[in-house]
């Protein structure tokens, strides 16, 4: 469902381009009339701010580049989003270098400014360039991944440490004395003095030496 999500986000982020970034980017590149002045920069050499036809194409194309922004940075979307319509970008950048006149003729609306403005894009180099950017997401394994899936294996993977770590533990910990042993299953701390005679007591070839109340009695 979420890669389904991403494909229908690719053929939006594709018409946002072609009409947006179209329309924006055919704005710009208008010259004014130069007819009766000297000047042929855009807004006359001054601001742009106040030439109201310079800012909402401005604004067309930084939304434009915005929503790409969104779709490749975003780890939860699907690599599709992005991906999808930067191959599309490719394949046309491709067909132009190969066939101009056939990758002229395929622009929809060219009398348009849409279809203008994705012409000059197209030979400008723009789609290619854009079409780079928006195909590296897929190449992230981890961006075809689920985000909870991630979460989990994540997870597990700090239990498996923590188990491997116990155990390295148990392993390395010296193993106490019978007489210690002893003490503890009884209920009672060892002391020192138990650990010493219980110790030698329990040599292997040691005799068992006897306690005063074994020994006969003196006469």
């Known amino acids: 469902m979420r890669h389904l999500y991403g494909i229908a986000l690719g053929v939006v982020m594709a018409l946002a381009a072609f009409f947006g970034g179209g329309w924006g980017y055919d704005r710009l590149l208008r010259l004014p009339d130069t007819s009766g002045s000297v000047s042929a920069l855009p807004a006359g050499g001054g601001s742009l701010l106040s030439n109201s036809s310079a800012t909402v194409s401005l604004a067309a194309l930084a939304a434009t580049g915005l929503l790409a922004g969104l779709l490749i940075a975003v780890p939860q979307i699907s690599p599709l989003a992005p991906g999808l319509p930067g191959l599309f970008f490719l394949g046309w950048t491709a067909l132009y270098l190969t066939n101009v006149q056939r ?3 395929l622009i929809p609306l060219a009398t348009h400014p849409f279809g203008a403005g994705w012409e000059a894009m197209l030979f400008n180099g723009i789609l290619g360039a854009a079409g780079l950017a928006m195909i590296v997401p897929l190449f992230i394994p981890s961006r075809w991944r689920r985000p909870h899936a991630e979460a989990a294996d994540t997870v597990a993977g700090e239990a498996g440490d923590f188990l491997a770590d116990l ?3 148990a392993t390395t910990e ?6 210690a042993r002893l003490a503890s299953s009884a209920g009672a701390a060892p002391t020192r003095a138990t650990r010493i005679v ?3 007591a329990i040599r292997p070839g040691m005799p068992r030496m006897p306690r005063r ?3 006969s009695p003196d006469f």
């Open 103 to 105: 990758a002229t003729e």
């Open 198 to 200: 219980t110790g030698r």
């Open 174 to 179: 010296p193993p106490l004395p019978v007489g």
């Open 167 to 169: 155990q390295a533990s």
């Open 213 to 215: 109340s074994d020994r």
